[in-house]
Structures are given as structure tokens and as C-alpha cells.
């Protein structure tokens, strides 16, 4: 079943509030990332969230590789549901659509684990609705995310950041992946996620799931770096804060891939105290 758009009933003030659309994807290794970025986003944000996590079993490739549990996604709703209790959490289990799509196909090893391929099945999962904010789970929120999510995107098939080093590298309007704006109706009609699929099937690229989308765009919007931030979390204006692999000169060059759910390592190596009420919640729900 397709969903356009989920509308809450008519507070007070006579205005009507759309539920904001949320997209994560990912493994049971992934809890940590799933709840730290939803702290951090229902702690700034008052619109209730629905959040949809793609989830599938791969154990054929990795015994790692196996969904994210109810019990996971249960206590990630709970959580939520203490900062609004209109926010709510659903568990996709996409494993049958990813075996159609990708099986055996020469992307399954890309630089990240083929969990990154699930957003490309966005179009095609039920449920999913026609707006839908998709995040990757090395994210923290560090503003009101309806700022980002109101963004129109009516005549473009998504919006984007430019990614920090590839646009240098690879083209001018090279994006990031980890934070996307989908409009999916749209989507549905030019058929960019089936032909990024195509390419995932049949030409093997560093960069698979990021590039596959790129060759396959239509027409995109590009937006201000704060809205995917990828090195500095401490300017005022930011939105998302994508704790991804950095590209490091000094002392010599290296890369470092800090997440924040690694609380002393930010704090140590990034220098980096935007999320700390955050973390220390997050870290008082581990105990529990």
C-alpha cells in the first residue's frame, strides 16, 4: 500500500501537521547509530516522526548480516514516544526485495556492507510514503529537522549536499548520499532508484550505491552544506552532522571513521561536545 502523506488531527491553533517521514537502513549492529540519531532529533524536533527502518537477513554473506530485531525497534519507538507519543517506529524486513534486486551481483562487496543498497528498494517496499527524509546512521541532528524535511521538493526527484571530497574529485555536483530528501513519487515516475538498481546489477563502482544514484539522476536539487555537514559540528546554523570517514593530512595522511555513539573518541580526537546531553542519554538507556 502506498502512503502520500500522514496527517495529524487539527490542533488548537487550526493548522494541520504533517508527520515527518524518516528512512534508516540497516543491520542489528546498527542499534547504537538508530537511537543516538533519534535522541538527537525528537530532543530538537516537536513535529512527530515516523521513522521506517529497512532491515533483511544476509547471513549467506556474513553472519553479521541479520535484521534488526523487534525487540531493537520496540525499545527505539518507546524512547521516542517519551519526547511525543505521536512519534512511532516501523520495521521493514526487505530481505526477498534486496535477493530479487541484488543477489550475487558484483556491488554486493562495495566500501560498505550491502545494507547501503537498501535505500534503492525505497520505491518499490509498501508503505513507504511519497516524502521521505532518508539518513545514514553515523548522523546526529543538532537543530529542528522539519527545517530540513519542508525544503520543497516538488519538481526535483531529491535533494542533496555536495559530498566534501568528491565534489573535487570526481565532479562539481558530486553529492553525499548519507543524507537524502526523497521525493519518491517522483521517483516512481522517472525511474531513478530502478535504474540505479540496473547499474548496481551490472557495473562495478567504488562508490556503488552514492554513484548508481548520481549516473541515474534526472534533476536534483543541491543544498547548503549545513543540512549534511561532514567535518565541523560546531557552527550554529547546522541541521545534520554526518560523523563519516574524514580525510586527515597531520600528522601525516590517514583517515579517520569516528562514530558518535564512540563518545570518548569524538571527544578526544574530534574535539567534538554538540551532542553531549545527547550521548549521556543515550548512554543512560544502554544501562537500562
Same mark, same amino acid.
Given at each position: 500500500?502506498?502512503?502520500?502523506?500522514?496527517?495529524?488531527?487539527?490542533?488548537?491553533?487550526?493548522?494541520?501537521?504533517?508527520?515527518?517521514?524518516?528512512?534508516?537502513?540497516?543491520?542489528?549492529?546498527?542499534?547504537?547509530?538508530?537511537?543516538?540519531?533519534?535522541?538527537?532529533?525528537?530532543?530538537?524536533?516537536?513535529?512527530?516522526?515516523?521513522?521506517?527502518?529497512?532491515?533483511?537477513?544476509?547471513?549467506?554473506?556474513?553472519?553479521?548480516?541479520?535484521?534488526?530485531?523487534?525487540?531493537?525497534?520496540?525499545?527505539?519507538?518507546?524512547?521516542?514516544?517519551?519526547?511525543?507519543?505521536?512519534?512511532?517506529?516501523?520495521?521493514?524486513?526487505?530481505?526477498?526485495?534486496?535477493?530479487?534486486? &541484488?543477489?550475487?551481483?558484483?556491488?554486493?562487496?562495495?566500501?560498505?556492507?550491502?545494507?547501503?543498497?537498501?535505500?534503492?528498494?525505497?520505491?518499490?517496499?509498501?508503505?513507504?510514503?511519497?516524502?521521505?527524509?532518508?539518513?545514514?546512521?553515523?548522523?546526529?541532528?543538532?537543530?529542528?529537522?522539519?527545517?530540513?524535511?519542508?525544503?520543497?521538493?516538488?519538481?526535483?526527484?531529491?535533494?542533496?549536499?555536495?559530498?566534501?571530497?568528491?565534489?573535487?574529485?570526481?565532479?562539481?555536483?558530486? &553529492?553525499?548520499?548519507?543524507?537524502?530528501?526523497?521525493?519518491?513519487?517522483?521517483?516512481?515516475?522517472?525511474?531513478?532508484?530502478?535504474?540505479?538498481?540496473?547499474?548496481?546489477?551490472?557495473?562495478?563502482?567504488? &562508490?556503488?550505491?552514492?554513484?548508481?544514484?548520481?549516473?541515474?539522476?534526472?534533476?536534483?536539487?543541491?543544498?547548503?552544506?549545513?543540512?549534511?555537514?561532514?567535518?565541523?559540528?560546531?557552527?550554529?546554523?547546522?541541521?545534520?552532522?554526518?560523523?563519516?570517514?574524514?580525510?586527515?593530512?597531520?600528522? &601525516?595522511?590517514?583517515?579517520?571513521?569516528?562514530?558518535?555513539?564512540?563518545?570518548?573518541?569524538?571527544?578526544?580526537?574530534?574535539?567534538?561536545?554538540?551532542?553531549?546531553?545527547?550521548?549521556?542519554?543515550?548512554?543512560?538507556?544502554?544501562?537500562?
Amino acid at each position: 500500500m502506498e502512503v502520500s502523506v500522514v496527517f495529524e488531527a487539527l490542533p488548537e491553533d487550526g493548522r494541520t501537521h504533517i508527520m515527518i517521514n524518516l528512512l534508516l537502513c540497516g543491520n542489528e549492529k546498527v542499534f547504537d547509530g538508530a537511537l543516538t540519531l533519534l535522541i538527537s532529533m525528537t530532543n530538537r524536533t516537536k513535529e512527530a516522526v515516523h521513522v521506517f527502518i529497512m532491515t533483511m537477513d544476509l547471513q549467506r554473506l556474513s553472519p553479521d548480516y541479520v535484521c534488526i530485531t523487534e525487540a531493537q525497534t520496540d525499545f527505539l519507538e518507546k524512547v521516542i514516544q517519551g519526547k511525543n507519543p505521536e512519534n512511532k517506529v516501523t520495521r521493514l524486513d526487505v530481505t526477498h526485495l534486496y535477493e530479487m534486486a &541484488f543477489h550475487q551481483c558484483i556491488n554486493e562487496g562495495a566500501y560498505c556492507t550491502p545494507y547501503t543498497l537498501l535505500r534503492l528498494l525505497a520505491d518499490v517496499t509498501p508503505g513507504i510514503p511519497d516524502k521521505i527524509l532518508y539518513l545514514d546512521m553515523d548522523i546526529m541532528i543538532a537543530g529542528d529537522i522539519k527545517e530540513l524535511y519542508d525544503i520543497d521538493i516538488s519538481d526535483v526527484e531529491y535533494a542533496a549536499v555536495k559530498e566534501k571530497y568528491g565534489c573535487w574529485l570526481i565532479r562539481p555536483d558530486y &553529492f553525499n548520499a548519507g543524507m537524502l530528501l526523497l521525493n519518491i513519487g517522483k521517483i516512481r515516475y522517472s525511474g531513478l532508484l530502478g535504474k540505479a538498481r540496473e547499474r548496481i546489477r551490472t557495473k562495478k563502482m567504488l &562508490f556503488a550505491d552514492q554513484t548508481a544514484i548520481f549516473k541515474s539522476t534526472t534533476k536534483k536539487k543541491l543544498l547548503p552544506r549545513r543540512f549534511n555537514e561532514q567535518s565541523k559540528f560546531d557552527r550554529k546554523d547546522t541541521i545534520v552532522c554526518h560523523f563519516c570517514k574524514r580525510l586527515m593530512f597531520r600528522p &601525516f595522511p590517514h583517515t579517520e571513521n569516528y562514530k558518535q555513539w564512540q563518545v570518548e573518541e569524538i571527544h578526544k580526537y574530534l574535539n567534538c561536545h554538540t551532542f553531549d546531553a545527547d550521548l549521556e542519554e543515550y548512554l543512560r538507556l544502554k544501562e537500562v
